[in-house]
């Protein structure tokens, strides 16, 4: 499968604290992007790195990515329970498909 | 406003029928995708198209089919030879080959 992988699964914390979720990839990229999923609803784009990029930074969003290690994160600050979703990161490689992680739920309790 | 309409949310079908799920997109996006999900699961790539009249088989294109007659419109056909067709599929489009995806809210099929 050329699917990638994301750990944890599952991530449950309080509000206020940061959440942590990381992606591996397989194959060299152009980029990397972070989608949002709400349960039973479609994706919603978050962030995108190109492969030269190290780090991202959007509002309380922060995304790694080292090609090296084929792998990126991404980093939730000062979490609030409308954070409360599935996050997939997506490889584009060098034919413009993109390639989605098999995902991490996270659960932010009030 | 602008987006994706994907349609009908929830459709059930029984063994052997084929059905057809809408997308239809007004961001005038050349680039439009079939996406499968299963239960837990990350999203599949089923059809894809660059441009009208142009798609490609993504990952796991047996059992479906797909048109592009226009720009705003892929449909998606989930056809009898589909082995196991219960799942949450979602319609993308994209500006600039594979870069930022727009998402449709999704359909469910259930098949009886």
């Known amino acids: 499968s050329q699917q990638g992988e994301e750990d944890p699964q599952a991530l449950s914390i309080q509000e206020g604290e940061n959440a942590t979720m990381n992606c591996s990839y397989k194959t060299s990229i152009n980029n990397l992007q972070w989608y949002r999923q709400n349960s039973g609803r479609g994706l919603v784009h978050l962030i995108l790195i190109r492969s030269n990029e190290r780090e991202k930074h959007s509002g309380r969003l922060r995304v790694t990515l080292d090609t090296s290690k084929k792998s990126s994160s991404l980093l939730i600050t000062a979490s609030r329970a409308a954070d409360t979703a599935s996050y997939f990161c997506a490889s584009e490689g060098n034919t413009d498909k993109l390639i989605f992680g098999t995902g991490t739920r996270l659960q932010v309790f009030p | 406003d602008g987006g994706i309409t994907q349609s009908p949310k929830y459709l059930f079908r029984k063994e052997g029928q084929n059905v057809t799920l809408s997308c239809e997109q007004n961001l005038n996006h050349d680039a439009m995708y079939w996406y499968r999900q299963d239960p837990g699961q990350g999203l599949r790539l089923i059809y894809y198209s660059q441009i009208v009249n142009d798609f490609q088989k993504g990952d796991i294109a047996e059992g479906y089919s797909v048109s592009r007659e226009k720009k705003e419109s892929f449909p998606l056909t989930v056809t009898s030879a589909q082995k196991n067709p219960t799942a949450f599929y979602l319609c993308?489009?994209?500006?600039?080959?594979?870069?930022?995806?727009?998402f449709g809210e999704g359909s469910r099929l259930t098949v009886l």
């Open positions: 993308a489009s994209s500006g600039q080959g594979a870069g930022e995806l727009f």
